[in-house]
């Protein structure tokens, strides 16, 4: 019994494997994670809002391929998604990024994300009282106007905690993209410990890169928890006030 | 609140008169409304009556296009509004409405939600559709209040701000869907006052209403419809004091 503890604690906890590893995952593969959940976001919040409006037409020639688009990716294993756009694109002759691995890797976490920002959006913007929304249509407002000045900023408001917990996913969803091959400057966090355990026939180097995953994404949780508290909180005395 | 100029509202008819020509409506396969014929002339007020669930609300919806008639004709003046091609968007600046639960912008303030639709449909300078909307604001008897977010409002105000809000693109006609059957009974005075206000100024109105006082005092015609079809349409007084059909002779010993 306490020489499987003994095994387990120096495979995945060898104190001196975690400090050796530290340095590279902090200055290489930690700005790395964070550029590419930044430009993942991005993707994923543009191409989300337009899925989401697409979700939201009055017409079903727009609404049922959103509706497969979101369907599909949110359905697919990540790992296919990302071999798919990652390997794919430039084997179907469709080399936008050239050789460069770190553009197809945004552009597939950016995909499968924009799935759930879609989703995110569709809900926001479906929380909006419909009544405004025909009250804005009765001043002779368009519906594009309606949507801009009325369903946005207010969809908005509500949907920014959730938008933020979804970049917690994202943060870890790059961690996928190893599976592409990044070159050494480009290897984000997870890619850096899993070349580090192979290396070292030993898989501590992976629990560095978690302790530095969870560093970032538990006080981010709570902070959204917070967060949308506070909205919550704030929305509730207003209808208790207006009734 | 009564700074609108004094006209009476029965004789010379002025004003957007709007025609329904065997309107019929159903959702699914529940017919809400029934070859409904009906004219409301120009300046006078129609209130319509009615049983929960007859198609009163249907039909006011009809009348700016909020619903689609499945057949027959709605005319606002002399344009056909359910005419293929009828522009929508413009039909609905001539036609303002006011509904049961107010449906405030609730992140706008009160002057914004009255001079946004001046802003981006009429294409106003903010200035001069804040101007405009605070005129329509005093009119209402909200002035002082512009600044204040809808919440912050009594029910009564807040109707009172969405009748500013529709009065403010000048429309031609006005429809209330039960505007005062959602406020405490001792704001619903202040609302009507306004509506009574605006009737004897000559706007043409079309008053969805529980209110059967307001209908007798305001109402050059009043209409009772039941289960989508129109049994009963008279001047008030007949109306209320000999009605022929046994529905609605039922219906007022229950309302009044």
Same mark, same amino acid.
């Given at each position: 019994m306490s020489e499987g503890f003994h095994r387990i604690f120096s495979t995945f906890f060898d104190p001196g494997m975690i400090v050796q590893a530290l340095p590279e995952v902090l200055t290489v593969g930690l700005p790395n994670t964070l550029l590419l959940s930044l430009f993942a976001s991005a993707i994923g919040i543009?191409?989300?809002?337009?899925?989401?409006?697409?979700?939201?037409?009055?017409?079903?020639?727009?609404?049922?391929?959103?509706?497969?688009?979101?369907?599909?990716?949110? #359905?697919? /294993?990540?790992?296919? *998604?990302?071999?798919?756009?990652?390997?794919?694109? /430039?084997?179907?002759?469709?080399?936008?990024?050239?050789?460069?691995?770190y553009g197809y890797a945004a552009l597939a976490i950016g995909l499968i994300e924009s799935a759930y920002f879609a989703e995110i959006f569709r809900a926001g913007f479906q929380s909006v009282e419909r009544g405004q929304v025909e009250a804005a249509r009765s001043t002779g407002? *368009?519906?594009l106007q309606t949507m801009r000045h009325i369903i946005i900023p207010q969809g908005a408001r509500r949907v920014l905690p959730p938008l933020t917990g979804q970049f917690i996913l994202v943060i870890k969803a790059t961690s996928l993209v190893y599976l592409l091959g990044l070159t050494?400057?480009?290897?984000?966090?997870f890619a850096i410990a899993q070349?580090?355990?192979?290396?070292?026939?030993?898989l501590s180097p992976l629990t560095a890169a978690g302790l530095v995953y969870l560093a970032l994404t538990i006080p981010t949780t709570y902070a959204v928890n917070a967060w949308d508290r506070r909205i919550r909180g704030a929305r509730s005395t207003h209808a208790v006030e207006g009734d | 609140?009564?700074?609108?100029?004094?006209?009476?509202?029965?004789?010379?008819?002025?004003?957007?008169?709007v025609r329904f020509d065997r309107v019929n409506k159903s959702f699914g396969r529940v017919a809400v409304?029934?070859?409904?014929?009906?004219e409301a002339p120009g300046g006078v007020t129609t209130c319509i009556v009615g049983p929960s669930g007859s198609g009163k609300s249907t039909l006011l919806r009809c009348t700016n296009l909020l619903e689609r008639p499945e057949s027959g004709r709605i005319l606002l003046g002399e344009i056909e509004i359910t005419a293929a091609g009828a522009n929508v968007d413009a039909i609905r600046t001539r036609v303002g409405m006011v509904f049961q639960h107010f449906h405030l912008f609730s992140h706008l303030s009160v002057l914004d939600n009255v001079?946004?639709?001046?802003?981006?449909?009429?294409?106003?300078?903010?200035? @001069?559709?804040?101007?405009?909307?605070?005129?329509?604001?005093?009119?209402?008897?909200? #002035? #002082?209040?512009?600044?204040?977010? /809808?919440?912050?409002?009594?029910?009564?105000?807040? @109707?009172?701000?969405?009748?500013?809000?529709?009065?403010?693109?000048? /429309?031609?006609v006005m429809l209330?869907?039960?505007?005062?059957?959602?406020?405490?009974?001792?704001?619903?005075?202040?609302?009507? #006052?306004?509506?009574?206000?605006?009737? *004897?100024?000559?706007? *043409?109105?079309?008053?969805?209403?529980?209110?059967?006082?307001?209908?007798?005092?305001?109402?050059?015609?009043?209409?009772?419809?039941?289960?989508?079809?129109?049994?009963?349409?008279?001047?008030?007084?007949?109306?209320?004091?000999?009605?022929?059909?046994?529905?609605?002779?039922h219906f007022l010993e229950k309302v009044l």
């Open positions: 543009a191409l989300g809002l337009l899925v989401a409006a697409g979700l939201l037409s009055g017409y079903t020639s727009v609404r049922l391929p959103c509706r497969g688009y979101v369907d599909i990716l949110r #359905g697919l /294993p990540h790992i296919l *998604t990302v071999y798919l756009i990652g390997q794919g694109l /430039p084997l179907a002759g469709l080399a936008i990024f050239g050789g460069n691995t407002m *368009t519906r050494a400057s480009q290897r984000e966090m070349d580090a355990a192979i290396n070292n026939a030993n | 609140m009564s700074e609108m100029p004094e006209r009476r509202q029965t004789g010379a008819h002025h004003g957007t008169s409304l029934r070859d409904i014929v009906l001079s946004l639709a001046l802003r981006k449909v009429r294409r106003m300078e903010r200035e @001069q559709a804040e101007d405009v909307a605070r005129a329509k604001l005093a009119a209402v008897a909200l #002035g #002082g209040l512009e600044r204040r977010r /809808p919440s912050d409002l009594s029910g009564g105000q807040q @109707q009172r701000v969405a009748i500013a809000r529709a009065l403010a693109m000048e /429309p031609e209330f869907d039960e505007a005062t059957s959602a406020l405490d009974p001792e704001l619903v005075k202040d609302v009507l #006052g306004v509506m009574r206000d605006l009737a *004897t100024a000559g706007m *043409t109105m079309i008053v969805v209403t529980h209110e059967m006082r307001f209908a007798r005092e305001v109402a050059g015609q009043v209409v009772f419809i039941d289960q989508g079809r129109i049994l009963e349409l008279g001047p008030p007084d007949e109306f209320f004091d000999r009605p022929r059909h046994p529905r609605l002779r």
